[in-house]
C-alpha cells in the first residue's frame, strides 16, 4: 500500500515538475517576442522604417469600439470615436492607430493621431499620413492639410510640405511623383475620347 502512494507520489512530483518546465519554457518564450517587439520598434522609431503589414483604410462603423479604445490608451475620452470620422491602420487584422479627418469640397482636413502606444508610433504615423493620399484619390480630393504642432517629422517623412497654415500634401502632384503619370495620362485619353465624342454627337445631332 505504502509503495502504491509512493508511486503516486512521484507520479505527481513528475507532473509538477513538467508543468514547472513548461511555465518557465512559456515564459522565456515570452520574454523572447517582448524583446524582438522591443528591438523592432526600436529599429522602426530611429531608422523611420515602414512596416510593409500595415493596411490603412477607412474607418467603418464597427469600428468605433476598438477606435474608442485607442483613444482611452491615449488618455482621450471614448466619445470622440463615436463622433468624428476616422481613418485607420491595420497589423494583422488588428486596428493599432486610426487618424480622425474632415472633408471640404476637394480638400481633407487631418486632425488627432492616435496609435497603440506598445505598436510603433512612427512608423504607424508615417503609413497613415501616407496611406491617406491614396484615399483622397479616391474621393477626388486635391488637397490634404493637416494641422499638426508635434509629430512634424511623420509628416514631413510622408511627403508632406510646411505652409503658413500648417503642413499640405498635393494629392495629383503626390501621385505623379509617385508613378502614376500612365494612369494620369490614361485619364487624360479617356477624357479626350469622350469629350470628342460628345461635341461631334452635338455637331451631327445624335
Known amino acids: 500500500m505504502h509503495g502504491l502512494v509512493g508511486l503516486v507520489d512521484l507520479g505527481l512530483a513528475e507532473d509538477h515538475r ?73 497589423r494583422d487584422g488588428v486596428i493599432v492607430a486610426a487618424l480622425s479627418y474632415m472633408t471640404e469640397p476637394k480638400r481633407m482636413l487631418l486632425g488627432t493621431l492616435i496609435s497603440d502606444p506598445w505598436a510603433g508610433e512612427r512608423a504607424l504615423a508615417v503609413a497613415l499620413y501616407a496611406g491617406v493620399r491614396h484615399l483622397a484619390r479616391e474621393m477626388c480630393v486635391r488637397e490634404i492639410r493637416a494641422d499638426a504642432v508635434s509629430r512634424t517629422s511623420y509628416l514631413r517623412e510622408a511627403g508632406y510640405h510646411r505652409r503658413p497654415m500648417g503642413w499640405r500634401l498635393d494629392v495629383v502632384e503626390s501621385s505623379l511623383k509617385n508613378g502614376d503619370r500612365s494612369t494620369t495620362r490614361w485619364r487624360g485619353k479617356m477624357f479626350r475620347l469622350i469629350a470628342r465624342y460628345v461635341t461631334r454627337m452635338r455637331v451631327f445631332g445624335g
Do not use: C, Q, Y
Request: aromatic fraction near 6%; proline fraction near 1%; glycine fraction near 10%.
Open 18 to 90: 513538467k508543468e514547472l518546465l513548461r511555465e518557465a519554457e512559456e515564459r522565456r518564450l515570452a520574454r523572447r517576442v517582448r524583446g524582438t517587439r522591443r528591438a523592432a520598434t526600436r529599429w522602426m522609431e530611429t531608422v523611420g522604417g515602414r512596416d510593409s503589414a500595415v493596411t490603412v483604410r477607412w474607418g467603418l462603423h464597427g469600428d468605433d469600439g476598438k477606435v474608442a479604445r485607442l483613444l482611452e490608451l491615449n488618455g482621450l475620452p471614448r466619445w470622440i470615436a463615436f463622433e468624428e470620422r476616422f481613418v485607420v491602420a491595420e
